[in-house]
């Protein structure tokens, strides 16, 4: 079975930190993604990759940054959390190819900022 | 852009009773279009996919057929059980690698 797996369930933080948020995929995925998830308003793509060391924006990369050393590896980086970034975070990853490929999903990071 | 307006929940029902939960989309082009459920403390799971018009895509009693004309792919279900209480996402992939979203529609289904 694929799996994805993200470092921490639950995470908390103080205002101004700087935070990293790991995921790893172990079916050699090309293709990797960051969302937030916030109630009433769905998924929301923060950044994706779809290779090593690229990376490109999604709709909401504002505060947010990411880094892909590894294929199976994805971070996501918060330089100075603040608390709209309070939100669950979650990763997926996919290959290429025909349209109709699933993404596959992480169990998410809850992350608070305080 | 891409777009999926998705039923506003919640949505609460008893054991054994029939589900829509509605979707329509907007998209340039042909998209392929998924429904994922999200259990309580988990990530999202692929339920059922179609991707082109007039499939059918169907798994664990959940089924959705993607209809062009009406830019439609509702999700139905004839009879729940409390084991499906869970969040439902709506989701297309059109041109690009990502997937556009649903606002998602939270499903109690009560014994």
């Known amino acids: 079975d694929v799996k994805v797996t993200q470092s921490s369930r639950y995470l908390v933080k103080r205002t101004g930190e700087k935070v990293f948020l790991e995921c790893v995929q172990d079916?050699?995925?090309?293709?990797m993604f960051w969302y937030r998830q916030d109630p009433g308003l769905g998924l929301r793509l923060i950044y994706f990759?779809?290779?090593?060391?690229?990376?490109e924006k999604g709709d909401i990369p504002e505060g947010y940054s990411v880094s892909r050393e590894k294929k199976e590896r994805f971070s996501l980086i918060l330089e100075s959390a603040s608390t709209n970034q309070t939100s669950m975070y979650l990763c997926?990853?996919?290959?290429?190819?025909?349209?109709?490929?699933?993404?596959?999903f992480g169990p998410g990071t809850r992350l608070t900022v305080t | 852009g891409d777009s999926v307006t998705q039923m506003e929940g919640p949505v609460t029902l008893s054991e054994e009773a029939f589900l829509t939960i509605n979707c329509t989309y907007t998209?340039?082009?042909?998209?392929?279009l998924f429904w994922y459920v999200q259990y309580p403390g988990e990530g999202l799971q692929l339920l059922l996919k179609?991707?082109?018009?007039?499939d059918k895509g169907s798994n664990k009693g959940f089924e959705a057929t993607y209809r062009k004309e009406t830019t439609s792919f509702h999700l139905e279900k004839g009879s729940v059980q409390v084991s499906d209480s869970a969040v439902y996402f709506c989701?297309?992939?059109?041109?690009?690698?990502?997937?556009?979203f649903g606002s998602g529609t939270q499903l109690t289904v009560l014994p």
């Open positions: 997926a990853s996919s290959n290429p190819g025909l349209a109709g490929r699933e993404q596959y």
């Open positions: 079916m050699d995925h090309e293709n």
């Open positions: 990759s779809y290779d090593v060391k690229m990376k």
């Open positions: 998209a340039t082009g042909y998209p392929s």
């Open positions: 179609a991707t082109k018009a007039d």
């Open positions: 989701a297309l992939r059109g041109s690009a690698r990502q997937l556009t």
